[in-house]
């Protein structure tokens, strides 16, 4: 949460190193391990190498997609009994109540633009909440073993002509994704055939 509410996650590559991913594991960081498809260009040896070695490592991993990380992500205390302060990162968040005994969670969540917020709902309800000293913050109770998506939902801003990319902007993208489709349709191809060729 360094660039104000906007959450960043770090990314790993192999080349990396599983101890990287066993440190973030320490300290209660998601890993969001990255790679180009070239890292499975002998028939994927390498990539199920990896992930062998991290299937070997003495925490149990969950693996999931990105948004399924993202809603995961968060940061939690117990206040008092039957009490949870939740900080929240993302748009929406999965909570459960993993105890024997119904719990409230405070949840909490940095805003620089309240007024942007249209509602925050769990599932089909919606939610009360209020702004104060830069974070929103709002409540639900969760029975034992009960679990809830929570959504912060923004108005759609498609179509209302307040923001627009500049040329400048509109070439530099085009450039980059002609430039990412060269390389991932010619250039590693091409060494890989190379590569099979010298053997």
Known sequence: MTYDDFPIYTRRYPAQGVENLAFDILLGKPYLVVIHHDFCRDGCAR???????????????????????????????????????????????????????????????????????????????????????????????LKPGESRTVSIKFPDLSGNGQYSETASYKVKTLLRRYLSEGRDNYVVPTKSRLASFVK
């Open 47 to 141: 990539l199920v190498r990896f992930i062998d070695q991290l299937n070997a490592l003495k925490w149990p991993l969950s693996w999931r997609n990105l948004g399924e990380v993202v809603q995961r992500s968060f940061r939690q205390r117990e206040l008092a009994s039957g009490v949870v302060e939740i900080e929240m990162y993302g748009t929406e968040l999965r909570v459960k109540n993993r105890s024997d005994q119904q719990k409230r969670f405070v949840i909490r969540r940095r805003e620089s633009d309240p007024s942007a917020i249209k509602e925050i709902r769990a599932e089909s309800d919606q939610i009360a909440w209020n702004f104060s000293e830069g974070r929103i913050a709002f409540q639900i109770e």
